[in-house]
C-alpha cells in the first residue's frame, strides 16, 4: 500500500539505503575492474564488471593506501563493500580489495616486497641489536593461542621473574593486521618493554597473511625498540620477518634470544670473579715484589747507615788534607830549584861576574868605551872599576 504521503527524492533514497544497507550490509563481490582511476585526491574509482553487467565501485584514499598491490586494468578482483545510493545511482563503496587467485596475489606481495625493499625498509643497515638483559619484554600475539605458551614457558625457564606485557589481537582472519598494528601500539604505549616479539605459530599462507600487510611492516619498522618477528616456522618467511631487527623461527626460539640463560649468566659470573681475584693476587704479589726491591729499612737504621757513611767521608777527607799539602810542598820545591838553576846568582856563586853599566849589563868590549865607570857584580859585593882599555873581538887594544 502507497502511503498517503509522497516520498521526496531525499526520503526515497534514503529509504533505498536503509533496505539496501539491511539486507546486505558488507558483501564479497568479485568482479572484473574497468574505467579504473585513481584521483588526485587519493579516492580510487573504477567499474566491476561481469559480462554485460557493472556496478560502479568507489574506495576512499585511506583504503586505497592500504591495497597490497597495484591494481590493473581489467584484473579480477574480489572487492568487498557495501551497495549505496549516491546520486540517484547504485554503487559499492568498498573497504578492502584483493586480486583473485594464488597468481594474483602473489604477484601483489612482490610487488609490494620490492616497493618496500626499494625505501629500505629491509637493509640489514637498520636493524638494532637486542638489549643484553631485558628487564620487560613485549609480546604481541593471540592470548589463546600456543604460541603465547611456548613462549613463556621457555622464558621461564632462562630467566624467571622477566616482567611480561602481552597485547592481545588476532592473528589471522580479515582485519587482523589491523588488530596486530594496534597491539604494537599499545606496547609502546606502555613504555616498559625493552624489546618486542611479535609472534604465533605456523599456518598456511593464508593464514599468515596478516603478517604481509603493508601496514603491520610500516608499524614494526617505526617502533622505537628492536623487533623480534617469530611468525609461522622455518620455511615461512613474510614482510613482518624481513623488517623486524631480528627473525626467529618459533616462539621458543625468541626466548632463547630476547633472554640469556641465567645458569649461563651465573658461570660468566663466577668466571668473571675468579678472573678479578687472579688479576687482584696477583698486583698484589707485584707490589711485594717491588717492595721487596726498594730493601725498605727502619728510620733508625737508616740514621745509623748514615752516619757511618758520613764518618767515612770525614776520614777520607781528613786524610786527604796533608796529602795534598805534601803534594803541594813538593811542587814548590821544584818550581824553586827550577828558578834557582836560571838564576845569575847562582852562576855569580861559580866564581863568575857581571859587568854593568849605565845601560846596563854589558855583554860585548864594544859597548864600552875607555875611561867608562862599570860596576862589576861579583857573588858576593861588588866593584867599582874604570876602563883602561877596550879589546873587542878581532882588533888591537884600544887605549886613550
Same mark, same amino acid.
Given at each position: 500500500?502507497?502511503?498517503? +504521503?509522497?516520498?521526496?527524492?531525499? @526520503?526515497?533514497?534514503?529509504?533505498?539505503?536503509?533496505?539496501?544497507?539491511?539486507?546486505?550490509?558488507?558483501?564479497?563481490?568479485?568482479?572484473?575492474?574497468?574505467?579504473?582511476?585513481?584521483?588526485?585526491?587519493?579516492?580510487?574509482?573504477?567499474?566491476?564488471?561481469?559480462?554485460?553487467?557493472?556496478?560502479?565501485?568507489?574506495?576512499? &584514499?585511506?583504503?586505497?593506501?592500504?591495497? +597490497?598491490? +597495484?591494481?590493473?586494468?581489467?584484473?579480477?578482483?574480489?572487492?568487498?563493500?557495501?551497495?549505496?545510493?549516491?546520486?540517484?545511482?547504485?554503487?559499492?563503496?568498498?573497504?578492502?580489495?584483493?586480486?583473485?587467485?594464488?597468481?594474483? =596475489?602473489? =604477484?601483489?606481495?612482490?610487488?609490494?616486497?620490492?616497493?618496500?625493499?626499494? @625505501?629500505?625498509?629491509?637493509?640489514?643497515? &637498520?636493524?638494532?641489536?637486542?638489549?643484553?638483559?631485558?628487564?620487560?619484554?613485549?609480546?604481541?600475539?593471540?592470548?589463546?593461542?600456543?604460541?603465547?605458551?611456548?613462549?613463556?614457558?621457555?622464558?621461564?625457564?632462562?630467566?624467571?621473574?622477566?616482567?611480561?606485557?602481552?597485547?592481545?589481537?588476532?592473528?589471522?582472519?580479515?582485519?587482523?593486521?589491523?588488530?596486530?598494528?594496534?597491539?604494537?601500539?599499545?606496547?609502546?604505549?606502555?613504555?616498559?618493554?625493552?624489546?618486542?616479539?611479535?609472534?604465533?605459530?605456523?599456518?598456511?599462507?593464508?593464514?599468515?597473511?596478516?603478517?604481509?600487510?603493508?601496514?603491520?611492516?610500516?608499524?614494526?619498522?617505526?617502533?622505537?625498540?628492536?623487533?623480534?618477528?617469530?611468525?609461522?616456522?622455518?620455511?615461512?618467511?613474510?614482510?613482518?620477518?624481513?623488517?623486524?631487527?631480528?627473525?626467529? !623461527?618459533?616462539?621458543?626460539?625468541?626466548?632463547?634470544?630476547?633472554?640469556?640463560?641465567?645458569?649461563?649468566? =651465573?658461570?660468566?659470573?663466577?668466571? &668473571?670473579? %675468579?678472573?678479578?681475584?687472579?688479576?687482584? %693476587?696477583?698486583?698484589?704479589? !707485584?707490589?711485594?715484589?717491588?717492595?721487596?726491591? &726498594?730493601?725498605?729499612?727502619?728510620?733508625? @737504621?737508616?740514621?745509623?747507615?748514615?752516619?757511618?757513611?758520613?764518618?767515612?767521608?770525614?776520614? =777520607?777527607?781528613?786524610?786527604?788534607?796533608?796529602?795534598?799539602?805534601?803534594?803541594?810542598?813538593?811542587?814548590?820545591?821544584?818550581?824553586?830549584?827550577?828558578?834557582?838553576?836560571?838564576?845569575?846568582?847562582?852562576?855569580?856563586?861559580?866564581?863568575?861576574?857581571?859587568?854593568?853599566?849605565?845601560?846596563?849589563?854589558?855583554?860585548?868590549?864594544?859597548?864600552?868605551?875607555?875611561?867608562?865607570?862599570?860596576?862589576?857584580?861579583?857573588?858576593?859585593? +861588588?866593584?867599582?872599576?874604570?876602563?883602561?882599555?877596550?879589546?873587542?873581538?878581532?882588533?888591537?887594544?884600544? @887605549?886613550?
Amino acid at each position: 500500500m502507497p502511503r498517503e +504521503r509522497p516520498y521526496t527524492v531525499r @526520503e526515497l533514497v534514503g529509504e533505498l539505503q536503509r533496505a539496501l544497507w539491511d539486507i546486505w550490509g558488507h558483501q564479497w563481490v568479485i568482479g572484473e575492474l574497468s574505467q579504473l582511476k585513481v584521483a588526485a585526491s587519493g579516492h580510487l574509482y573504477a567499474t566491476l564488471v561481469e559480462g554485460p553487467d557493472a556496478v560502479r565501485v568507489t574506495m576512499m &584514499r585511506s583504503e586505497a593506501q592500504r591495497l +597490497r598491490w +597495484r591494481p590493473q586494468e581489467g584484473e579480477l578482483v574480489r572487492a568487498l563493500g557495501r551497495l549505496e545510493v549516491f546520486r540517484g545511482s547504485l554503487q559499492l563503496r568498498v573497504r578492502a580489495m584483493e586480486p583473485v587467485g594464488e597468481g594474483a =596475489r602473489a =604477484r601483489a606481495l612482490e610487488a609490494l616486497r620490492a616497493r618496500l625493499a626499494e @625505501e629500505g625498509l629491509f637493509s640489514p643497515d &637498520r636493524k638494532r641489536p637486542l638489549p643484553r638483559l631485558p628487564r620487560c619484554v613485549g609480546v604481541v600475539t593471540s592470548a589463546r593461542g600456543a604460541a603465547l605458551q611456548d613462549f613463556l614457558t621457555v622464558l621461564k625457564r632462562r630467566m624467571p621473574g622477566t616482567c611480561v606485557v602481552l597485547a592481545s589481537c588476532r592473528v589471522q582472519g580479515e582485519g587482523a593486521e589491523h588488530e596486530v598494528v594496534s597491539a604494537l601500539r599499545r606496547v609502546e604505549a606502555h613504555g616498559q618493554a625493552e624489546v618486542i616479539v611479535v609472534t604465533r605459530g605456523g599456518g598456511s599462507t593464508e593464514d599468515l597473511w596478516a603478517f604481509q600487510a603493508e601496514e603491520v611492516v610500516r608499524a614494526v619498522a617505526a617502533c622505537r625498540v628492536p623487533v623480534v618477528s617469530a611468525v609461522g616456522h622455518e620455511v615461512d618467511v613474510t614482510l613482518c620477518d624481513l623488517v623486524a631487527d631480528l627473525r626467529v !623461527a618459533t616462539p621458543s626460539a625468541a626466548a632463547e634470544r630476547v633472554v640469556p640463560d641465567r645458569r649461563e649468566l =651465573r658461570a660468566e659470573l663466577v668466571q &668473571r670473579q %675468579q678472573r678479578l681475584v687472579a688479576g687482584f %693476587q696477583r698486583n698484589v704479589a !707485584a707490589k711485594r715484589a717491588h717492595l721487596a726491591r &726498594r730493601k725498605l729499612l727502619h728510620p733508625g @737504621e737508616r740514621v745509623a747507615r748514615g752516619r757511618e757513611r758520613l764518618g767515612r767521608l770525614q776520614q =777520607r777527607l781528613a786524610g786527604s788534607g796533608p796529602r795534598r799539602v805534601a803534594h803541594q810542598r813538593r811542587a814548590l820545591l821544584a818550581a824553586v830549584g827550577r828558578l834557582e838553576a836560571l838564576s845569575p846568582l847562582a852562576v855569580l856563586g861559580r866564581g863568575y861576574a857581571i859587568a854593568l853599566s849605565e845601560a846596563g849589563a854589558v855583554r860585548a868590549a864594544g859597548e864600552v868605551r875607555v875611561g867608562d865607570a862599570l860596576e862589576i857584580r861579583l857573588h858576593q859585593g +861588588r866593584l867599582d872599576v874604570s876602563v883602561d882599555a877596550v879589546h873587542a873581538p878581532g882588533s888591537s887594544a884600544v @887605549e886613550h
